[in-house]
């Protein structure tokens, strides 16, 4: 057994750290009242924009270019979402059917450059991101087997983001202005606070986050981009929900889904779990999903002004 | 006199209408200013002008003998002037600190210095006797209490005009004492007030002078203390206002509604209504008295059938209706007059004569053969908005939502009564109207009981109350305290019984 949890662990952490960012980014849009659908959109960019980044810069700077590549779908992904940001704050659009639109155009776009530059659709990296250990805390019982051993340097850097976005959520100013537009905008405009500055922000950094998200998957497990981000986006989203808006519940649910999908995926290959039926062990974190949605409907803590968008007018 | 802030001459057109015509308004310095006007006379649009909110075409505002352009609320925040506005502005899961300092917080380095902001808003909670703990969330906090948390704000922020909008609507009797106290409090500390109100009890018990507009037009400006209250009123309406209801004598027949030891569970499952027994008969008005919250809420849902009654009788015209749903009870003779009207009264996107066939729509002649006849709706949509006198700009097609208050309000009665009930429950039907749209739906209730019908009013308003109920029953933490008839009684028995101190019943 122990030896089984050892093996799933580090596949777990890596498919769990770009949900993790993406649902993060997410959190930072959904609390300033917007609700953004598009994160599986705005992955698709920043697998789009890292794959093709590391591909043109990786004979020329090897090692560097992986980093640069991730910093780009980073600004990629901020400047996409700021069409969500213009639809829903400025033309105050309807947030889904704007987030369905960024999806598409995202999905589209990208495939027909990518058609265009390589030729397949395709755009492939020679090298991703080499696993290391963690010096000096590797050799700690237990915690240095599972969390300190054969790590990627994202994880790293997305752990830090989820402690300083909670930081900056809770904490900081801009975080209390934040989280008050989108709980009551109204209020937040009354004390003198722009609205309509703090969601672009706000949708910004989500798209920044989920452009990160996507290019880590590029540069960790996938090494292609092909087009898709196989419903990641989606999957982020579902964890924000079940993780109830908040940065500690995100952790807990990305890591859920990270580690029964990795179960469902590796099952075939490890005999004490393909004896069950692999539809079962697949659906299990989808299942098990809707029915902590339902469990929590009632105590939902979405955001209250969630999906509205920004009327001075409309008391 | 020194002023320290003067509205002079101010006009403000929208498309259609001049809401403001050459309005003056003059606030000395340590004085409550009370600005009286029916609902749409043009007082918000006036104090929006003076928060930011709206430019005025003409006119200028001095503050201190200085002129001021005041383009958006941060400029009159940072002029001293502050609105408590009539629905708060306060995110329900943040902390009262929180709320608070939102938009002009200190910070520690990057950290928002909450615990030195909680010291100097626990410092200004007992300078002016507020009361509030900065450290609860504002969802636990009662009505009151958020109010003065938006109290709080303004003085957070230096304030030293303060706007109050409506602020008594939705307090109960008891908060509204202990606002008052606290407008006196702010005065004391050299404060100066604008009261926002149509409420001519709260003008006589705080304010100094009195400026009333009628029609966005300055009537007057006048001393409170030298002008009766029915002049005031006059002034308000442009009619002289009937404050004595004409109450014949009547003599109840039948009994209509009986409650027989009727217990109901409240929300959490804590008795809401405990044994309650009561009968109202044709012919009379039976008035519902009690502090918010001991039991009105119970009461009304389970005899309409919003709620299930836990055990005792609810008989109507003799029948048991306990077990029958809502839609029985009013087929059986039953209407209702919500206190919410937005919640419970109407759709407010639905025109008004879908609304006014809420409860008939699968009726004929409205529905016919499971199709809805739009010629016999509108037809009956005309008929009560002509008899309800319901003022709405495009007719019978208009949407509910761009009717004033007054004119939701009507709809909701002449839907009530044109179905001609038995019995009539009516729950603060007059809440956040004005003079003359009260005294309207008065006169219709009384009419009720004066053509033999029974009418249960349940209301906040102790005035309301004593003035056209036949009977009063005092309700207090659920238990019936005593019935007493209302030419027999006055304020303060009724009030101490609210209490819970009971009296020798007479029935």
Known sequence: MWSLITQIFPYAVAFTIPLLITSLGGLFSERSGIVNIGLEGLMIIGMFTGALTISVLEIAMPGAAIWVGLLAAFIAGALFAMLHAFACITLNANQVISGIAVNMVAGALTTYLARNITGSGNILIIHGLVRKDVPVLSALPVIGRLVFTQTYATTWLVLFLVVLSTFTLYKTKFGLRLRACGEHPHAADSAGINVHLVRYLAV??????????????????????????????????????????????????????????????????????AKISGIYLKTFPYIVTLIALVLSSKSSQAPKALGEPYDKGKR | MEYVIEMLNIRKEFPGVVACDDITLQLRKGEILALLGENGAGKSTLMSILFGLYQPDSGVIRLKGKEVRISNPNVANALGIGMVHQHFKLVHNFTITENIILGSETTRGLVVDTRSAARRIRELSARYGLNVDPDARVADVSVGM????????????????????EPTAVLTPQEVQELMKILRGLIYEGKSVILITHKLKEIKAVADRCTVIRRGRLIATVDVETTSGEKLAEMMVGRKVTFQVDKKAKKPGEAILELDNLSVRGPGGVAGLKNFTLEVRCGEIVGIAGVDGNGQKELVEAVIGLRKADSGRILLKGNDVKDLPVRGRIARGMAFIPDDRHKYGLILDYSLEYNLILKDYYRTPFSRKGLLDHKAIRRHAVRVIEEFDVRAGQGAAATVRSLSGGNQQKTIVGREIDANPDLLIAVQPTRGLDVGAIEYIHRRLLEQRDNGKAVLLISLELDEILKISDRIAVINNGELVGVVRAAETDENEVGLMMTGIKRGAVS
């Open chain 1, 204 to 273: 910004m950094i989500s798209g920044a986050f989920a452009g990160l998200g996507g290019a880590t998957v590029i540069v960790t497990y996938s090494g292609e981009f092909n087009g898709t981000a196989a419903g990641l986006g989606f999957l982020a989203l579902a964890a924000l929900i079940f993780g109830q808006w908040k940065p500690l519940g995100i952790l807990g649910a990305t890591f859920f889904f990270g580690f029964a999908s990795t179960v469902a995926n590796v099952s075939q290959a490890i005999p004490a779990l």
């Open chain 2, 146 to 165: 958020q109010q003065r948390v938006e109290i709080l704000k303004m003085l957070y922020r230096d304030a030293e005009i303060l706007i109050f909008d």
